[in-house]
């Protein structure tokens, strides 16, 4: 399985996820290449990617204006995933005025290979990730009062007020 990370973030924040394998089971499924579109919904904004797989040990080669990732072992060599490493790390922005919410981080149009290039999709399960955007709340209070005394012949007015904010995280 390779699963995006779901992550927190305030707008206006940079924000990373990594894409990891998760073999539970110890398959260590060996694969010498792979390409993937990876798309966060919109406004999130694709930063940039690692350099190299840590799962995989090959570079990275991405096309930031389609969102298209790719890998493969320089030899063509077939190398086992293990558990818990790193296929890849994006970093993504959240705009400033980004509303608060959950923007999926979805992983499409697999294909992965194995030595000699049989082709393996079908036994890599993808999970997708998500930026959840937590707009902070400023909630303000404003109390006034006003006392009036009047004593024969002289009216004394005195105001008086206090104002709160509160700033928090949805």
């Known amino acids: 399985l390779w699963k995006i ?9 940079t924000v990373t996820l990594n894409m990891v ?11 010498s290449a792979a390409q993937f579109n990876i798309n966060a919904d919109s406004p999130i ?3 940039g990617v690692s350099e190299i797989s840590d799962a995989y040990g090959a ?3 991405a096309n930031a204006a389609t969102n298209e990732f790719a890998f493969a072992d320089k030899a ?5 995933s293990e558990n818990g490493k790193y296929v890849l790390t994006l970093t993504y922005t959240v705009p400033e005025d980004c509303a608060a919410g959950t923007y999926p981080v979805k992983i499409s149009e697999l294909f992965a290979s194995t030595v000699d ?3 393996i999709t079908d036994r890599v399960l993808t999970e997708n990730g998500a930026i959840i955007v ?3 709340t400023t909630t303000s209070t404003v109390t006034t009062s006003t006392v009036t005394t009047t004593s024969e012949g002289s009216t004394t007015t005195t105001t008086s007020g206090s ?6 995280g949805s």
């Open 5 to 13: 990370d779901t992550v927190e973030a305030k707008p206006g924040e």
């Open 21 to 31: 394998v998760v073999d539970s089971n110890g398959t260590k499924l060996p694969i």
């Open 45 to 47: 904004k694709y930063v």
């Open 59 to 61: 570079a990275i080669v």
């Open 76 to 80: 063509g060599n077939a190398i086992p």
């Open 117 to 119: 290039g049989a082709e």
């Open 134 to 136: 937590k707009v902070p």
């Open 163 to 168: 104002t709160t904010t509160t700033t928090s």
